[in-house]
């Protein structure tokens, strides 16, 4: 049994490069041309037209050497100057020919268009160049792994064309392939790939993947690539029963096999839309790391807890609201040896304080008035073996946290109404907006418990201090599954919010401005949402204001802009009321405030 990647290179090329020079001949026929593909030694594999003229150019003094010699495709020097003449674009004129790299990006041929061709060297170069890339999509889909096959671009439409990155993966994730127009959209140099998963470099393991074409079908799903920027893609999911097994005669590709090799890789995968295969779990990128969008204070914090982690350290959250406090502990759990047993979250300011007792540590049957029949055993006793999130824990009336204290002491959880302890083995994590050493001084929050909760204590830093926007705001996107893009002007509004919510209030935005935009469309300032509008105009109006310089004599403009500030003033902020008040509408506030003039800034 044989595989095509089990074939060498010049074979694969043999038959890939066979319906290429086909179609050359056909457009270049009858012009005193000849078309060639040699091999990379500059054995010619296939020749169409004038045989002389090929000949003389894959001899061994030939001008075929110079396109061996360099990853560019290279303008040849005429026949008659082939032996002794460098190529040089300004003295050619016998031709134009391309190198052909392989899917792992070896040299392994020549593609060449032979004839008196000075007047057309720039059409020549061209064609040579996109005729060796659509032999070397063909080697790259022949000799790929067997799980996917991603084709991927920033604009949908480049999809399936030339320019449209390839990628492929093992149906495990792990060894990645991808092609030059991949890893220039990825910006990685080939010998990255090495060090990469497919989940490292787009984001998402194939399992979600495969969710994300579902939910897409039958437009292009969206990946988040490592840079923060969004790529489209469609994707070919091998198909294991399918033709991927047959065999090549004897292991050597003949002409008359040329048509059902040729014809291999379509063959052998199939849409990825329908039927998927068994997908392998969530592979190698860690769930902290995806956290990582590129600014320093969160690499810093994921740092310090890939160094706790496993350890059973209790870890102590603070961070304002909406900054990911949950979501940071639960990707705690998700990165550490508990992961597959239970994550417990209990939200200690939501509930009321009488119940906080029984949620958390249990209760025997008849316990108190409107317990259930059969008892509760309570969150710390579910969270057995794996992590307990105690979110707003400074919001926990100080007689439960004496209980807490105990329980986290002698590891133990005694259920209200029993008298039996049951032994508890749970890591701690803690999130809370509130200064525990305030609380604590304001006799708040017991500082014995304090110590017991911060083995490290990790601060989340708020979306305005945050220096990778750019990038949350394409993993968001990417993730609300709605192919849209940020037009740039907002994205700098959006840079000058405080955002109040963080992380909340961003997702909420972008959900619901890629909505209004529609999908695969760019989110431009009419699709906000008016109340965001207007929670952008005060402070845009502050830094107008702050600019002014005062000067006595105000032109019309300026005294019309003091007089929306003062009614934006004297409306709290509220756009909507300033332009009734004004007469006027909110967007010709948003446009006197110039606010589209600062976003282009
Ligand atoms: N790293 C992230 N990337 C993108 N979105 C995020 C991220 N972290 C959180 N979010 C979004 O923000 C929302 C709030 O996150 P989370 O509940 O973790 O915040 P929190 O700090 O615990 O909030 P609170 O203090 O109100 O409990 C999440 O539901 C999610 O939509």
Redesign the pocket.
Known sequence: MQHESAMNSPSLLFVHALPVLDLLQHQLCGKDMAVLVADAQGQPLHVRGDAALAQRAAGPDGALRAALAGPDPVCLPAPCAGACAPPCQHEASGGAAAPIVDGQGRLCGVLAILGDCASDQPCMLALARMSANMIERQLFLASAPQGLTLHFHARGACIGTLQDGLASCSADGRAVMVNAAGLAQLGLPRAALASHTFASLFGATLAELAERCRMAAPGPATLCLRDGGVAHCRVQFWDSCDTMDRPCAGGVVSGADDDAAGAGPARRVRAGLGRLPDLPPPLAETALGR?DTGDARMAQVIAKLRKVAGTDIAVLIT?E???????LAQAIHRDSPRARQPFVAINCASIPESLIESELFGYEEGAFTGARRKGSPGKIALANGGTLFL?EIGDMPLPLQARLLRVLQERQVTPLGSARSIPVDIALVC?T?RNLREQIEARAFREDLYYRLNGLVVKLPALRERTDLPA?LA??LCEEGSGCTVAPDVARLMERHRWPGN??QL?SVLRTAAVMAGPGQEIGLDHLADDFMDDLAPAVAGTEAASYDGAPALALDQMELQMIQRTLAAHGGNTSAAARALGISRNTIYRKLGMDRLAAA
């Open positions: 956290l961070g609201t909406g900054s990911g406090k949950e979501w979110d999130a907006h949350l993993r968001v992380l909340r997702r």
